[in-house]
């Protein structure tokens, strides 16, 4: 338990099915893919992409993102660097169960700041759990060109404040299991190296 | 989203695999399994051999419980009244996210107040997911007579404040979709019962 852990009167259930038993029933095992990288950098698109490959394989696979997420479990979060780092830390521990779970999470996220993924690391190591942050590595200018959102133009305008690569840093990953740069290599490229990744890992057959 | 979210600048992304597909490729759908009821009434054990039952079938079925979620999750929530229903919050998005994923969810819980239950089952019904509470009904003496992490006997010595039955109140579901009598009826039926309500509920084959 943490150290800091508020919660008392409780104790561990380590359950009564062993993993090895869960794998190979469901014929793959967990693991959490964090894809990082600039807003516009093509993180939901591999990640839909590799969605579809698996899926295919019968394979259970899930996407969290900032997307989704902000609407439900952290909707009670904003922006501040506390919230930000709370964020990460609440869809860490959620792609915890699910790769706990023998789902493949592909969570996509800025999430800027090299100690939360770290954090969300550890988190899976301590468990016995794959990890993998896969650097989605595209320069600023071609995010900023693809902006699909257009918060790029708003936070160039000063009408969204701490935008990561405007007024805010982006710090990349310095081990990242993969790094893929979607500016100079096809969307199918990028989804297989996942998936070429998963399969040498063990994580799917 | 929700009228108090905090969250600004985020978009929904409904994803490109639609949900027929991932059931029919899965082979499976997801659902909520609420499990209600004292300490000591059996949910977890009642959680356990449904989960052998549905693995047994290659049917992805995860548990959640107040033990496991609370060292990680929300380890940073007490037993206030507040965090309570925090607890409960997070956890039902969180079950609403497997459910989503096709995972059939057993969620274990004291969970005592109707209307944290009940936000948690709107929650699913607004995104089309199957919720089912299912009320693991033992009479307070049996549970207690039961005491397996000996909570009873700490809170009849006052040394756990408002323990639910004893010093704090327990509201027993009004329209549960399954009642079970885990006094009455053994391990096998309870697990059986909960599999063939999934299976008319057409989530499993």
């Given amino acids: 338990m943490p150290a800091m852990s508020k919660s008392t009167n409780i104790t561990w259930h380590d359950g009564d099915v062993p993993r090895e038993q869960r ?4 014929g793959h095992n967990g693991a959490t893919l964090w894809l990082t990288g600039l807003s516009g950098s093509g993180k939901s698109t591999v990640a839909v992409a590799v969605e579809k490959l698996l899926l295919g394989r019968g394979v259970n ?3 969290l993102d900032g997307d989704n997420v902000r609407h439900g479990l952290c909707d009670n979060l904003g922006f501040s660097a506390e919230d930000r780092a709370e964020n990460i830390r609440r869809v860490g ?8 779970a023998c789902v493949v999470v592909l969570a996509s996220f800025v999430s800027p700041y090299r100690a939360d993924r770290d954090r969300v690391r550890l988190l899976h190591e301590q468990a016995g759990l794959t990890f993998a942050e896969v650097y989605i590595d595209v320069p600023l200018e071609v995010a900023e060109q693809r902006d699909p959102k257009g918060l790029y133009k708003k936070a160039r ?4 404040k701490n935008f990561t690569g405007i007024d805010d840093p982006y710090e990349p990953p310095t081990e990242p299991e993969l790094t893929l740069r979607t500016a100079e290599m ?20």
Same sequence: chains 1, 2.
Avoid: N, P
């Avoid at 521990?93 to 706990?100: G, R, T």
């Avoid at 305008?157 to 969204?160: C, D």
């Avoid at 096809?186 to 799917?204: E, K, Y």
């Fill in 23 to 26: 794998i190979k029933q469901l």
């Fill in 61 to 63: 696979c899930y996407r």
């Fill in 157 to 160: 305008a000063g009408e969204i």
């Fill in 93 to 100: 521990e959620v792609a915890k169960l699910f790769a706990d």
């Fill in 186 to 205: 096809s969307l199918d490229d990028s989804a297989r190296a996942i998936v070429d990744f998963l399969q040498h890992q063990g994580i799917i057959l």
